[in-house]
């Protein structure tokens, strides 16, 4: 289950461009065209572009296949300072504004094919469901299309399921959220310390055990929950229990065995018993391989620019933390019930909405839910990521509007990402009811100079992000995703242009650059800068030397190559990333916290490779 939060830099989508069939050459294509182009500096918030384009000779009106102009592109998505430009160009403010529905349908469909992984959405007010629509393939191989009964693996949206049954528990009497972990787990190190309350809200300190490499040498194999707490157990603690926020797997997994503990049923039973069979879910449990599910989504990775099988996790791996599955429809039955109180008494949910305070201030997080806003609304919901599988529940409870979408594919291509798309599509049914976004202006003022101090790493947790200088301007780039310009505000605040973020790099005493601190959708988190490593430069003979394959057993094979002066390494159907020399034997990843170092054996040959990542080593035999 990947961190949900901190949050990446999500893309946003943009309203569909509308491809044009290069055989018709006809009006329509070619204002197909220059709408697109429009549109796009309009969602984009891009003032002087839209500006620059109506010079050119575009025409204000022209619209995409989803009948929509740019100004009414920039009123939804909040740029009123382009609608008022817009308008005051000629542009016909009175045209109806497409219908929700026909916006919906457009922005998915063109992120979607129907021979690549697929999505299911869903969006309800009041219970009405409004748009819910599968679209691409739940099994590429098969040829099955995604549809709104098809199963897929919700990841971390399973911690509200897991919360609930913990309150649940609570207002039976069978426990308290002030129970201490040593009252269920009597010899757990430090057990006395730390609370449900902890565990619910990712403040127990406690280390994540999704975080540590070695997880994923067993992660497709079975095992039984007390295994799984041992093998993180005795790990030293990350901070003191309630001192800081962290995003922690192990906590949620070790509330599902309370869970089992206090009801004397296991943790999946529980859930069917309490709550799916009496709200007619019956399209969601507990994944695992023997249900032989129907209509099930295959997972599959973005992986060296095309879409593969995923690494199918063994779900036990995950427990109370992830292992749920479910269909969007479903999720719309459970959203309704917990808002509409069928599903916890009005303190149990009061008490999962409210922030986590710690002594580092009030965190996003209650139980099982995060707090937060989108352009102005209140939030509560939750995402979830594991390979091959992507999710987003959200509502806006002020709106009573919930969103539910999942996605079979993680990595995926870059462009469909669940909590973008919510976004998107909350625009689309409520833009009216949201605060307008204002143009940030770009301080004109900066000298490139600074940029200098500001060029480097930042630890974004399962990421980094790179900033670079080009020509007097800077960059940024997070693992996996594209490059795109940042642009500043003061000498220390800069912004993205293709997402609403902003990044503040911070100094410590002796105005040396510490630290990023990143603000986007209402959430804010501090990102340290990773010390400069020193590259080498390495004879040929030398670098040639380690080019082959090394066996990590479950992991699978790193199979490392040659790239003009450095290497490059890829492990199993990871993508193939750079790693730069160091030393002789001793190389190290750009953009992951991880290195590689080569044994040689006596007569120079190479033996083995060992990989170390945060706590965690691994040794990985030469195999050719």
């Known amino acids: 289950m990947r961190p949900v939060c901190p949050p990446s830099i999500l893309l946003l989508l943009i309203f569909p461009p509308a491809f044009i069939n290069a055989a018709e050459e006809t009006d329509r294509a070619k204002e197909l065209e220059q709408a697109r182009k429009m549109i796009l500096a309009s969602v984009l918030g891009d003032l002087e572009q839209v500006k620059s384009l109506h010079a050119q000779g575009l025409p204000i009106d022209a619209t995409n296949s989803s ?46 094919k129907p021979d690549q992984p697929g999505v299911a959405v869903l969006v309800s007010r009041d219970g009405k469901i409004l748009f819910s629509k599968g679209f691409g393939s739940a099994n590429v191989e098969a040829h099955a299309a995604v549809t709104t009964k098809t199963k897929f693996r919700i990841g971390s949206v399973t911690k509200q399921f897991t919360a609930a ?10 426990l308290r959220v002030t129970d201490t972990l040593d009252k269920f787990i009597p010899d757990y190190p430090r057990g006395s310390k730390v609370t449900l309350h902890h565990l619910l809200t990712h403040t127990s300190g406690i280390k994540s055990y999704t975080s540590k490499p070695s997880f994923y040498e ?35 997994f070790l509330l599902g065995y309370i869970v089992e503990q206090v009801s004397g049923q296991p943790y999946g039973e529980y859930l069917h018993d309490t709550f799916f069979a009496r709200l007619g879910m019956q399209d969601t449990g507990v994944h695992a391989p023997e249900l032989d599910l129907t209509d099930e989504a295959r997972g599959y990775s973005f992986v060296d620019g095309s879409f593969q099988p995923a690494l199918n996790w063994h779900m036990s791996q995950a427990g109370a933390a992830g292992a749920i599955y479910s269909t969007v429809e479903d999720l719309h039955r459970w959203n309704e019930a917990v808002f509409n109180g069928q599903v916890l008494a009005p303190a149990s949910l009061d008490a999962a909405f409210t922030r986590v305070k710690t002594e580092e201030g009030e965190q996003h997080y209650g139980y099982g839910w995060i707090i937060s806003r989108y352009r102005g609304l209140r939030t509560i919901g ?23 979408i999942l996605h079979n594919a993680s990595p995926t291509n870059g462009s469909l990402e669940p909590t973008s798309l919510s976004n998107l599509l909350a625009e689309v049914y409520s833009w009216r009811d949201m605060k307008a976004i204002p143009i ?11 940029y200098e101090d500001l060029a480097g790493r930042y630890d974004y947790g399962a990421a980094v992000l790179i900033v670079t200088i080009e020509d007097n301007r800077l960059f940024a780039q997070l693992t996996g995703q594209p490059k795109y310009e940042i642009f500043p505000k003061s000498e220390s605040k800069f912004f993205w242009k293709v997402v609403e973020a902003e990044v503040e790099f911070l100094r410590d005493e002796n105005k040396k650059v510490v630290a990023a601190q990143h603000t986007q959708n209402g959430q804010s988190f501090k990102a340290e ?22 066996d990590f057993g479950p992991l ?54 060992i990989l170390r990542q945060g706590p965690v080593t691994l040794d990985g035999a030469r195999t050719d």
């Not at 049954?165 to 069978?174: F, N, V």
């Not at 987003?392 to 919930?402: A, E, F, G, I, S």
């Not at 940030?440 to 600074?450: M, R, Y």
């Open 67 to 112: 009948d929509l102009t740019a100004y009414q592109a920039a009123r939804i998505r909040g740029h009123d300072e382009i609608a008022k430009w817009l308008a005051d160009q000629g542009a016909n403010t009175k045209r109806e504004f497409p219908s929700p529905e026909v916006l919906a349908d457009g922005i998915v469909a063109d992120q979607t």
């Open 218 to 252: 067993e992660v497709t194999q079975a095992i039984e929950p007390e295994a799984l707490i041992e093998t993180f157990k005795h790990d030293d603690f990350d901070f003191e229990p309630g001192q800081k926020w962290s995003y922690c797997n192990s906590g949620y």
């Open 440 to 450: 940030t202006q770009v301080a004109s003022n900066i000298d490139p100079k600074v």
């Open 382 to 404: 939750h995402g979830g990521g594991l390979q091959g599988f992507l999710s987003y529940l959200v509502r806006y409870p002020d709106q009573n509007l919930t969103i539910a």
């Open 556 to 609: 699978g094979k790193l199979i490392v190559t040659r790239k003009a002066d450095h290497l490059a390494a890829k492990l199993a159907s990871q993508p193939a990333i750079d790693i730069y020399p160091k030393a002789e034997t001793q190389f190290f990843y750009r953009i992951i916290k991880a290195n590689l170092e080569f044994i040689l054996s006596e007569d120079g040959s190479v033996d083995k490779v």
């Open 529 to 550: 800068k990773i010390e400069d490593e020193t590259i080498i430069k390495l004879d040929d003979k030398i670098l040639d030397r380690y080019i082959g394959a090394y």
């Open 165 to 174: 049954a913990i309150l649940k528990l609570q207002e039976d009497g069978k």
